[in-house]
């Protein structure tokens, strides 16, 4: 598995990273707990050092389930968590109240069974709480031992810039893939400037880039790609040049092959050999 440094913080991480929200929440009925365990585990043997969790994700029990399985690996792994997108009572809505990071922090690690977080990101921007406010609590966390790097979510440039002169931002994650490319604008080139790590969430559009979703499929009830306008039948119909277009570029072309985890759905994707940009790939969806 290679490596990667998260911009110039010095967080190191596997190239691939586990996004363990679809194990137990938002993806329709959840994995037995210790099939989830089991999996988890596996992908640690498999070289995967980076995995992602949330207090927003169960919610609370995702992390249950991260911190039980990565127990016997703790010093081997690096464990990103969330604050600040459920409230003090536990309902959704941006809560980044200073004294609220600070109880969210110790419950994450109780749950998370550690003794301290390796990248703690805020979740979503509050904007009742001024930014600055937000990376001096995390600030002081860090000097505390409790945390030891701060990431944003889907911030936008100005933010990421505030919260940075105040604590060096260690990552931002937000949505990038082929159907995806907003960050190129200005996300990308600001956290290049300033040193900043990206971690791109759902690089494969949610599962439909991996060819395994038509505008024949069905989802659970309680998936939320119900309601996402790009999974509605029609959008999904239309997108699916984009998958056909990615099998007939990767098929029959020698290159690169690539295994991994997405959304609770394993992949395998193969890339040309030479050298490829995100646009030599890529085809705009019809429905965004």
């Known amino acids: 598995m290679q490596k990667r440094k998260l911009g110039k913080s010095g967080l190191e991480v596997s190239a691939i990273g586990f996004g363990c929200m679809g194990l137990n929440f938002a993806y329709g009925p959840a994995m037995e707990k210790a099939d989830a365990i089991a999996l988890l585990r596996k992908a640690h043997e498999l070289g995967v050092t980076f995995f992602d969790t949330a207090e927003a994700y169960g919610p609370y029990t995702n992390e249950e389930i991260v911190g039980e399985a990565l127990a016997p690996v703790r010093d081997k792994v690096v464990i990103a968590t969330k604050f600040g997108y459920l409230s003090e009572r536990g309902r959704a809505g941006p809560d980044s109240r200073p004294e609220h990071i600070r109880a969210v922090t110790e419950a994450s690690l109780k749950r998370l069974a550690t003794d301290h977080i390796d990248l703690l990101y805020q979740h979503r921007v509050d904007r009742n709480v001024p930014i600055e406010e937000v990376a001096g609590t995390v600030r002081d966390l860090i000097a505390e031992g409790k945390v030891r790097h701060f990431g944003l979510s889907e911030a936008g440039v100005k933010t990421i810039r505030r919260a940075h002169a105040v ?122």
């Open 167 to 288: 604590q060096p931002v260690a990552a931002l994650q937000s949505e990038y893939s082929l159907w995806w490319r907003e960050p190129e604008e200005e996300i990308l080139p600001t956290l290049e400037e300033l040193g900043i790590g990206f971690v791109p969430f759902s690089p494969l559009g949610k599962g439909f880039l991996t060819g395994a979703i038509d505008d024949k499929t069905t989802f659970a009830k309680d998936d939320f790609r119900n309601i996402v306008p790009r999974f509605s039948e029609a959008a999904r119909k239309a997108n699916l040049a984009l998958v056909d277009l990615l099998a007939r570029r990767c098929h029959g072309v020698g290159g690169l092959v690539a295994e991994g985890h997405d959304e609770n759905q394993l992949f395998r994707i193969s890339v040309p050999s030479g050298n490829h940009s995100p646009g030599d790939l890529a085809l705009s969806p019809v429905h965004a």
